[in-house]
């Protein structure tokens, strides 16, 4: 049967009628429109969410292997990883039309960041989580995640106030889910319920000041309030007007487990089942601080000092309590806690500053705490009772590391000692130059106050390592020694401790990088002109 050479006039006969008409050109914009904004832009969003779709449609937990699956996810984040690289390294960005908010520096090293740290964490986590009981968990685990990172993705990218609150509610769900990975205990029930309440506290809070934002400036979007903010100054001062951006900004503290809103974290890591503990600690307080990092830069700079005061009383009450509260604390999970609020305040003391200078040692020091975190966890994660096959729980159950393996110690001691910021490491230069900025800020009593704090904070870590080098078990039933034989595991914290030892070189490379980040971050349309 041969062709109809009538089909094709037809068919142009057609579409030329329909493209005179105004629907029609009104339905091309309004797609085009949408394939700009949703498809576009998120083009790294949308490949997260159809490979979750992936997972989902094919998931099939009596046939897969359990180890091939969770090493085919890390694959997938890894391939993510190289195109995020990419485009940051060579300025691509993987877009028409290239001028989006999504491709700007700031959001692709938020990004990346995040991206490489859970690639870390499943690596250093593999063993616990493959080990599960419920095997079923296993395979939800990379589903999970994909949703985690794709909220984080979008909360990073957007500039919409609603928009941030519903992904900010998105994580939520995500680590709710986590924790309940491992409810065998009235502890962990208890942790979990605990982070609902609070969670759902905080973002009721975030929820109020976006609806009487709306109201005052007609719109969520953050370049809107930013600019009724900059016409606007001689009002701002007024009590309602405060109140309003004043909460917005206390429902992050909250999140963030900032002083005075801190005295349910402890509870939230000795609860959580150990790999979710890191999640929280390292992946999701980063993701808030990031966001805090782009409201203040960004949308609240020019009130900054309006809310000034707020933000160095909740910075230094951080340190105070969670350096006195490390000091007394006898369980792993709850001095890491109480050490996390402590490091919490010092990046917070950078942002209260309202300065350059010290936003990028801020976002020098959260850098230095993740990694830090990381590699304290990923020594504990792996430490075993030499019998029962128990993980540690207790800080004296690190003692007797020192007898069976000397190189984990040297890098245990070097953690602690990057912790304490003894000097030439790079966390020392990290909070100098936070002291630096302060004075320079004219807040010299803060400055007193902080060098006591420190003081304290230094006295227990030389105290651990005294005890690390010096004490020795003589009881068998106490004898906890590191049990890993990943190679993975020896490569990260051999170049983890190389770079603690030698960063303090590189710090003019780290602070001009840092610098262009921020500007980024202040100015997210200014690579367009």
Known sequence: MGSNPILPYLFIYYYNLLSSSEDFSS????????????????????????????????????????????????????????????????????????????????????????????????????????????K??????????????????????????????LCIEGISLIVYTLGSLMNESLINIEAVVKYFLVNNIASSLFLWSISYIFILVGSTDAFDVQYYILYNLEIMSNTFLYAIFFVTLVSITFKLALFPFQWWLADIFEGLWTPITLIYAIIIKATFFLLFFKLITGVFHNIIFLIQPFLFFSALGSIIFGSIGALI?????????????????????????????????????????????????????????????????YLN??????????????????????????????????KLFICMVSIEAKF????????????????????????????????????????????????????????????????PFFYKFMYSLIFSCAFPLSFLF
């Open 136 to 165: 079923t968990s296993v395979n939800e685990i990379p589903i999970v995640f994909t949703f985690l990172l794709l909220f984080i993705f979008i909360l990073i990218s957007s500039y919409d106030f609603f928009i941030m609150y």
């Open 329 to 393: 604390q006898v369980r792993i999970k709850r001095f890491m806690a109480y050490t996390s609020i402590a490091q919490s305040g010092y990046i917070m003391t950078g942002l209260a500053c309202n300065s350059i200078n010290g936003y990028v040692s801020a976002m020098l020091y959260l850098v230095m705490y993740c990694l830090i975190t990381l590699s304290f966890f990923l020594i504990v994660l792996n430490m075993e009772h030499i019998t029962k096959k128990t993980t540690v729980i």
């Open 397 to 430: 159950q690190l003692y007797s590391i020192f007898i069976y393996n000397k190189e984990i110690t040297f890098h245990l001691v070097l953690i602690l000692l990057v912790m304490a910021a003894i000097p030439p490491f790079s966390s020392f230069f990290a």
């Open 444 to 507: 010299e009593l803060i400055i007193v106050f902080l060098l006591a704090i420190t003081l304290i904070s230094t006295f227990y870590y030389l105290n651990f390592i005294q005890q690390l080098l010096f004490f020795k078990y003589k009881h068998m039933d106490k004898i906890y020694f590191y049990n890993s034989k990943s190679i993975l595991n020896f490569i990260y914290l051999r170049i983890n401790s190389f770079f603690f030892i030698f960063s303090c070189f590189m710090l």
């Open 27 to 134: 339905f091309l914009l309004f797609f085009n429109h949408c394939y700009l904004t949703y498809v576009n832009i998120f083009w790294i969003e949308w490949l997260l969410f159809l490979y979750t779709l992936y997972l989902i449609i094919f998931f099939n937990a009596k046939r897969i292997d359990f180890e091939f699956y969770y090493i085919r996810f890390i694959l997938f984040l890894s391939l993510l990883l190289s195109f995020l690289f990419l485009s940051y390294t060579f300025n691509i960005p993987f877009c028409l039309n290239g001028a989006d908010l999504s491709c700007n520096k700031y959001s692709l090293f938020c990004k990346i960041s995040i991206l490489f740290l859970l690639i870390l964490i499943l690596i250093i986590s593999y063993n616990k989580f493959l080990t599960q009981p419920n």
